[in-house]
Every structure is written in structure tokens, then in C-alpha cells.
């Protein structure tokens, strides 16, 4: 165990016990005793302010979020006072209604995105849809996400599964985002909202080449999956939603204001979306990646 040392006075520990009249040992007894329950008072008060105001963050991220406020603390340590403090968060299983539908007659794209490692933004979009539940009714969430950020760049909320859910999210998209044709490539599942004739022409005519996840194999949009799973945990299943109306603003906020800028993400380093996009050397040229198709391990 090391002693209070760098205090800022610039008066080392020697001096300060010769003018006390107490020995060196004496004070660091005396230190041994009282300072170590001070530190872990002051960590658990940090721990649970952190907590209630990240009520879905599990210690992992607590834990990132006490070292940038320059704490040096292990995550373990930190479990462990989340724990005996009863704050680890829940997890609440919900009913899924259906947001897919493959059974149709348009054109099934391959995938293009399995092998496809983005180095910038804009050169894969993932997009999917998931439901939302209201007091008496579900509403659905249609996203876009830019798949080297994890930002969300396009969202829309209705209460039907038409295609105009998902376009109108994709318009969001193209009016957020400069598109280079040719340079990026859009991912989806194999749902009938993507793959219509409206969708893929709005797609063709920015210079984007579709892609859907090949059958029985759920990996191929994981991105757009964890997303939704993030969404559930950190804003939905903690919400109670009046109408269409009052979900879409809280949702919104959430999107633009906790998910795209402060939201933590293991995979960017334990950065945010805008964060990683800031300290990363995305604004070169963007060029048209090379596509493989491989089957599903």
C-alpha cells in the first residue's frame, strides 16, 4: 500500500511529522487505518451517482466512466460495490411480435456486407425494424445505422409495417449523410419493407447497392440487432409510452441525444457513435469496397 503522497502543498510527509512531533511510521499507521475507508466511501458514492444516471450500464461501463473521471479502479471492484449495493441492472424479457415478413415475390439481394470491414462512414449501412409498446397498442421503430460508428443516422416511428416506415427512415439518412455512388452499400434483413419496389429503386437512385441477410442465419445483421436490444434495455422497457406520439419524442431524444453522444460502445474503444467519429481518420475518400459472398458457418 502506497502513502498520501502528491498532495499538491509541496511539503513532503518527513517534514510534515518532524513539525507534528509524531514519527513516519506512526503517521503511516495512523494512514493505514483511516484512508483506505475514506477511498471506498468516496468510490461507492461515485459508483452510485454513476448508476442512477446510467440505470442500464453494467459495471464494464460503470467502471470506464469512474477512470475518465480519473479514478484508477478495477471493473471487478467495481462489480463488487454494484453488487453489495444492489445496483446491477435488470433485464426484463418482453413479448416479440413479428416485424419480419420474407414471404413475398420480390427480388431476394445477396449479401454483400458479411465480409465487409467499413474504414470510414458512409460505406455500410445496416437498417432493421423492431416494435414498441404502448398501453394498449405497439407502435414501430424503423433505423439506419452507419455500421462504422454504430450511429444512428435515420429513424422513423409509425403505426403500421408499411414501406413508407422504412423509407422514410432511409430519407432521413440520405438528407443526414453526403453519399458517394458507388461507395456504399445498404444491409437489411429479408422483409418485404426493404425488399419492394419503392425501397429499392429510392436505394438504386443514391448510387447504393442493397444487401439482405441470407436465410436462417440471424448474424448477418447483428449490428442493427444489438442496437434494438441497447434500445429495449436502456429506454424502452424502463418507459411507459402514452401514444405514438409521446414514444416518438422519448425515443428521439434517446437516439439523438444519449445513444448518438453519450452512449458507450465496447467495440469504438468505449466511445460514443459522434465520439469515435471525431478521433477517427474517416474523412478520406471514400472508395468502393470490394464484396464476397461466403456461406453461413
Known sequence: MTGPQGT???????????????????????????????????????????????????????????????????????????????????????????????????????????????????????ADITYVRLAEAFVYLAVVLDAFSRKVVGWAMADHLRAELALNALDMALASRAVIAGGLVHHSDRGVQYACGDYIVRLEAAGIQPSMSRIACPYDNAMAESFMKTLKQEEVNGSDYRDLAHARAEIGAFIDEVYNKQRLHSALAYLSPEEYEESSPWAAAQQPRAMETTSCP
Open 8 to 126: 499538491g502543498s509541496g511539503v513532503s510527509i518527513e517534514l510534515l511529522c518532524r513539525l507534528a512531533e509524531v514519527s513516519r511510521a506512526a503517521f503511516y499507521r495512523r494512514w493505514r487505518e483511516h484512508a483506505p475507508l475514506v477511498e471506498e466511501t468516496q468510490l461507492r458514492d461515485a459508483v452510485q451517482r454513476l448508476c442512477l444516471a446510467h440505470r442500464h450500464y453494467g459495471h464494464r461501463r460503470i467502471a470506464v466512466l469512474l477512470r475518465r473521471e480519473g479514478r484508477c479502479v478495477n471493473r471487478k471492484r467495481v462489480l463488487r460495490i454494484m453488487r453489495e449495493d444492489n445496483l446491477l441492472c435488470l433485464r426484463k424479457p418482453v413479448f416479440r411480435p413479428a416485424t419480419t415478413d420474407s414471404r413475398h415475390g420480390w427480388r431476394i439481394w445477396p449479401n454483400l456486407a458479411r465480409h465487409l470491414q467499413p474504414t470510414a462512414i458512409n460505406q455500410l449501412w445496416v
